[in-house]
């Protein structure tokens, strides 16, 4: 287990250099966001391989994490190809100044590969495992990360297609899976990462990688995620209305108007 954290653990800071560098060298920060998924996908191919334990659970996860991850990489690929940095990024760089540059090599890029490594650390653990015929953990898992990835691709589909439509320019989308969280696909990623911590509970130690979804949890509801997206949206009197009957973060049915 140990030899397998380590090969995570260089993977994923050597991924993110790669992606600080390219960085550097075109002016955007932000691309760090497009290398989110396909570095899950690399860590768990790179432990599978390298540990050789090709059991069905081992396989399942694999599977899981290669559809979210490259789901999610080309959905951030495709929304943010030839777009200038996100708005996050460039509040950065005009704060940060001079020490732009080892500011975003250590709180940007390398704090996403720490994070990563964290996260992918149920997966290094399912993948260390020799032994592993599925059981009802396993299916457990596999439909709370079928919930949680319905969410998260639903979610950013009908954000998409809402976007595309010109009437709608700086509008706040409040259908379909948007009625009932102010965002859906913030859960949905949270709730597929729960699910692979179930299936990590059937190998050993497994009930250690609960670091994983406590870790995307706390990310995405108090820092990352939905704090700065509300924060971008705090001024906007229609995104106030829709907060106010609408679930901040788990699914529920909306408030009356009064």
């Known amino acids: 287990m ?25 002016k955007n920060n932000s691309i760090v966001d497009m290398g989110w998924g396909m570095g899950f996908i ?15 659970r081992n396989l399942l996860v694999a599977i899981l994490i290669t559809i979210w ?18 708005f996050r990024y460039a509040k950065w760089r005009k704060e940060w100044g001079k020490w732009l540059v080892p500011r975003a090599f250590f709180q940007v890029f390398m704090l996403q590969a720490v ?29 709370v990360w079928l919930i949680g990835f319905f969410f998260e691709a639903v ?33 949905g990623e949270v709730t597929l990462w729960w699910g692979i911590f179930i299936i990590t509970l059937s190998v050993p130690a497994g009930w250690t990688g ?17 704090p700065m997206l509300e924060k971008k949206y705090r001024d906007n009197k229609e ?10 973060f788990f699914p529920w049915f909306p408030k009356n108007k009064k």
Do not use: C
Not at 42 to 56: A, E, K
Not at 157 to 183: C, M, V
């Open 69 to 86: 991850g490259g789901r999610l990489t080309y959905h951030i690929v495709k929304r943010n190809w030839g777009k200038p940095e996100d």
């Open 239 to 248: 995104f106030q209305e829709y907060a106010e009957r609408t679930s901040k």
């Open 2 to 26: 140990g030899e397998l954290f380590f090969q995570a653990a260089v993977v994923s800071f050597l991924y993110f250099f790669v992606f600080f560098l390219v960085a550097q060298l075109i």
């Open 42 to 56: 690399i860590i768990t191919l790179v432990t599978l391989v390298s540990s050789g334990n090709f059991t069905s």
């Open 115 to 143: 994070i990563m490594l964290i996260i992918s650390y149920p997966v290094v653990l399912v993948n260390a495992a020799e032994k592993g015929g599925l059981g009802w953990l396993d299916f457990l898992g596999l439909i």
């Open 155 to 187: 979610g950013d589909k009908q954000l998409a297609e809402f976007k595309k439509d010109p009437n709608k320019r700086g509008r706040i989308i409040k259908s379909g899976l948007w009625r009932y969280t102010r965002h859906p696909n913030y859960f």
């Open 210 to 226: 609960i670091i994983s979804p406590l870790a995307i949890t706390f990310l995405m509801l108090f820092v990352s995620g939905v």
